[in-house]
T-cell receptor
């Protein structure tokens, strides 16, 4: 049973465009939603995270939008750059667990 | 500050053999987590060690085991290797917090 569903599996965007990756979850106990960025040959690195008491969080060109009623959250990358080409994972954690449930990842390619 | 380190980078084994993977956490981090990243399946949680004790275990068979040493480094052992065990194995560390810092992984190939 996949508790965090991520889409799309792959995404191709032109430089300067907006990249949007969506995730949906089932467990209403989840209360922390991080996004990880993974470059080839590297481990995932925390990019940005949100808690359900806010609907949006922005850090530079990266924004998380959160819809608690729909149990969905998304990552928006504004002004996408070739250096953003990587695999992105959404995840969700319930209080005290410390063990994230990960989505299956989105491979993003930004063309120059 | 040095990040999480893992060794070896690559490991090739044959079916039925045993594999041992090693992880050194960030200095001061007491928790170590192991994940399996198989192609197209995202990260699957394997094991969590904290202060030398196994705190949680994912949905994997008992042939996946490990331990944490007094210096907080950790070892993952996979016995009776199967072809499906081929994957990238990631180690992460934290100070009992939600934010985990990942190492570069060990690529295990089972032939």
């Amino acid at each position: 049973q996949q508790q965090v569903k991520q889409s799309p599996q792959s995404l191709i965007v032109q430089k300067g465009g907006i990249s949007i990756i969506n995730c949906a979850y089932e467990n209403t106990a989840f209360d922390y939603f991080p996004w990880y960025q993974q470059f080839p040959g590297k481990g995932p690195a925390l990019l940005i995270a949100i808690r359900p008491d806010v609907s949006e969080k922005k850090e530079g060109r990266f924004t998380i939008s959160f819809n608690k009623s729909a149990k969905q959250f998304s990552l928006h990358i504004m002004d996408s750059q070739p250096g953003d080409s990587a695999t992105y994972f959404c995840a969700a954690t319930s209080g005290g667990s410390y063990i994230p449930t990960f989505g299956r990842g989105t491979s993003l390619i930004v063309h120059p | 500050e040095a990040g999480v380190t893992q060794s070896p980078t690559h490991l090739i084994k044959t079916r039925g053999q045993q594999a041992t993977l090693r992880c050194s956490p960030i200095s001061g981090h007491t928790s170590v987590y192991w994940y399996q990243q198989a192609l197209g399946l995202g990260l699957q949680f394997l094991l969590w060690y904290d202060e030398g004790e196994e705190r949680n275990r994912g949905n994997f068979p008992p042939r996946f085991s490990g331990r944490q040493f007094p210096n907080y480094s950790s070892e993952l052992n996979v016995n009776a290797l199967e072809l499906e065990d081929s994957a990238l194995y990631l180690c992460a560390s934290s100070i009992q917090g939600i934010e985990q810092f990942f190492g570069p992984g060990t690529r295990l190939t089972v032939l």
